[in-house]
């Protein structure tokens, strides 16, 4: 690269450059979608006197951050669940004119009304009737066949959790999945009776509940317009990038397809990488597996990327299907594994681990944890690795010994901390009890056994907004949802720890703390432009932080 022609120099009241070394500045010179300086308009004379500038005095009154990192999202897929019928219980903002909903009953109402009038398709039969976004912890309860009965035994009935780790269906529905008693896979839910009870758990499941409706899911068009509207929110956030942790589970090249049309065609505002989902890459490529990925790695650019592989272990936090130890749930569950058998991770995570391909495996429950950490260590002894940086997605429910061990075999964790004000309350009382919710989201635990983190959101299959600034005040204060209490304070961490948690550890959690996460000669000039400073308001108040404008490679992304 040759040396910069002309120089943007963008002042500001304060930036924040997450360098240890240099941690504020009140300029920043940018040049080809690079930072070229960080200091003050003073320091900075060496560039200035010998190269063509202007100065840009728009954030002269501002605060610039590192553009955040959310290392943990998925915007294409929960954008295009978006687009069904919604039955959640959270406003979805500008996603979704409809109303949430706060019970079951609620939700009972909106699907038999729906129900009434169905269309009718070319068979003559009515078409199944798809609804997105119920919540069983916060509006009462686990749905099933025979309640979805109730409501029609003719119309077929399809309703995905928010957190789509469930379908529900009702008989006409499961029909048309082509299920019956004879039927037998993972996931398949029954009563006590051994009848199924209508319910499809994890992914390999969902898999064929989806199966006959994908078409009216996956619209032509849908997946772009998807990534559209939600990295509109990602950017109203202050995120300039992310990492989508489930390349695949949609269908490979129709992703790319969308995200490549919508980053040069929409000029979406983001860089996004692309970490394809283990079990879909090994049921359409075999052997082949990890040749595909590294084509496409080939292909991909700074803003395009392919990143990693992602596993599935176990179930979700908000709809109660994560693997616990003893004692299990409050209702005596365990939860429910990944589509891949437990004894077979290590063999399936194996190729990856030796082609030096980073690993990220989900982890919500302790019992998963406790597995993830075998199968590192096992990993680790038939071929040693340094920074591999295998990464737990999630680790909602742990205890300081797996910290401590996480810490030990060189192993990260990307935490979702939203959940500690936005679930761990109800969850004492529905599912997995007092102890374990309170205790959600062990950050405290890391730094003590100086483990490496990141916080993500897992925005939008998760019931929970998308802010990096509020998380991080969460991450500092643990204030449950009642605003006053202070849950396991011992699991609180600095606010700079936070705020390194959004940007640069959440970059060196992809692997990118080189390019992006924090404001350094050289690197990528992506920026979170703020009307206040985070390192001077109360930390219960983040949240509330106005994100004027990001900035994408030197650019401001509201021009
Ligand atoms: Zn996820």
Known sequence: MNRPQHLCVFTAARIHTMDLGRPTASAVAVADGRIVSVGTLESMQPWLKRIPHTIDDRYAERVIFPGFVDPHTHLRVSGTFAGLNYVGPIDLGGQRALAPMATRDDVLGRIASLAKTPEIGADGRPAPILFWGYDPASQGGHLDRDLLDSISGTVPIWVCAYAPHIVYTNTPMLEITGVDDTSDFHGLGRYPDGRLNGWFVETGATAVAMRPVARSIYRPGFGRAALNRMSGIARDAGITTTADM????????????????????DHIPLRVMLVPFEPTLNKKFGADALEFRESRARAGNDRLSVHGVKFIND??????????????????????????????????????????????????????????????????????????????????????????????????????????????????????GPDRSEATARLGSLVAAGAQFAIHSD??????????????????????????????????????????????????????????????????????????DPYECDPRSLGDIEVVDTVLAGESTQD
């Open 246 to 265: 489930g390349w695949g589970l949609d269908d490979f090249e129709r992703e790319w397809a969308d995200h490549q049309a919508a980053i040069e065609e």
């Open 315 to 432: 179930g979700s936090y908000p709809s109660m299907t994560l693997k616990l130890g003893y004692p299990g749930y409050l209702d005596g569950e365990m939860g429910l594994t990944g589509e891949i058998p437990w004894e077979q991770v290590y063999e399936r995570m194996l190729p990856y681990w030796n082609a030096g391909v980073q690993i990220h495996s989900h982890a919500n429950g302790d019992a998963t944890v406790d597995m993830t950490l075998d199968v590192l260590s096992r990993l680790q002894r038939t071929q040693p690795r340094f920074d591999h940086r295998f990464v737990i997605e999630h680790y909602c429910l742990s205890t300081p010994a797996q910290a401590r061990r996480l810490a030990a075999l060189g192993g990260m964790a990307s935490v979702n901390a939203y959940f500690v004000k936005y679930r761990a309350q109800m969850h004492a009382d529905a599912g997995f």
């Open 459 to 532: 925005f939008n299959l998760v019931v929970t907004p998308l802010s990096p600034l509020s998380v991080a005040g969460i991450a500092v204060t643990r204030l449950a949802h009642d605003g006053e209490t202070v849950l396991a304070p011992g699991e609180r961490i600095s606010l700079d720890r936070a705020l390194r948690a959004i940007t640069v550890d959440a970059a060196h959690i992809l692997s990118r703390d080189h390019e992006i996460g924090s404001i350094e000669p050289g690197k990528l000039a992506d920026f979170a432009v703020l009307a206040d």
